[in-house]
């Protein structure tokens, strides 16, 4: 089968085997381009890319596939903190077999079937939204909470998206680029001025996480969803208004729920989204090109996605 491998500082298109072994198969459709996979080319991967995607068992369902997902059993597993697994979840696309091919397999608590509303061509979008919702909860976002997303990306108009579909009565985001406010707009958030319950950062800079402590109230959260590098981080400015800041990890189950689903009907039930957010689509043969369109954020690309 065809698969997209990192070669950084790109990708390669390759003939590979079909995975064998446990697991249902699906047949992939739809594979998204994060700021993550660029990322793992840069820390030199040489994995099949792609944590982001849906496609179809071999009984016609069609599925998301979560990216992060543990072992199903163990202590952390049974609770739902599967993000937390004790044997360490998983990572597509970085150190294990990512979904930018034609055939991929999954253990079927991986799998979470499409909502009805949701299109198999849109559904890579889960994924993210699922980060986004998940950023959301664990900052404690809802009904009596104001909430601010720093960086506008496909992460950032999601995670405000989330805030508002969890009943927040005031989200604001700051955008940097002509289209991201344009989205910001469409999805009627507005301009960040002070003094939040939660703030999610999703540029993945010093200075956006910087800005989203200045962003929090006095003893407010701060959720970073960005992955630093060497980075100067805020504690003055943290400590002084004893700003609560956490590392959410990936998406999981909780009391009565699970994000992958909750964010999948999220994106069902607001079509505009997917609609907005993937803005450009390439075959498979076109994998090379689609990670060269994905690197430029300035072009009014939210979501570059690949259909194997
Ligand atoms: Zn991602
Ligand atoms: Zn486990």
Known sequence: MRAVRNAPPGVEVVQIDEPEGDGELVRVASTGICASDLMYLQFGSTQIAGHEFAGRLEDGTAVAVEAIFGCGTCARCELGSYNLCERGPTALGMLDPGGMC???RAPRHALVPLPEGLDLMDASLVEPAAVAWHSCHLGGAGAATRVAVVGAGAIGILAAASAQTMGAPEVAVEAR???????CARIGAATPDGGYDVVIETAGSESGLHRAVELARP???VVHVGVYGEIRWPHARA???EV???PPLGYCGHDGGREFAEAAGMLAARPELP?????????IEDAPEAFR???DRSQGVFRVVVEP
Request: charged share 25%; net charge positive.
């Open 102 to 104: 034609e055939w991929f």
């Open 177 to 183: 680029h002509p289209h991201q406010r344009d989205a």
């Open 219 to 221: 003893g407010g959260t």
């Open 239 to 241: 400590f002084a208004k």
């Open 244 to 246: 609560a800041l956490r």
């Open 275 to 283: 609609r907005m957010l993937i803005t450009h689509r390439f075959p």
């Open 293 to 295: 369109v994905a690197r």
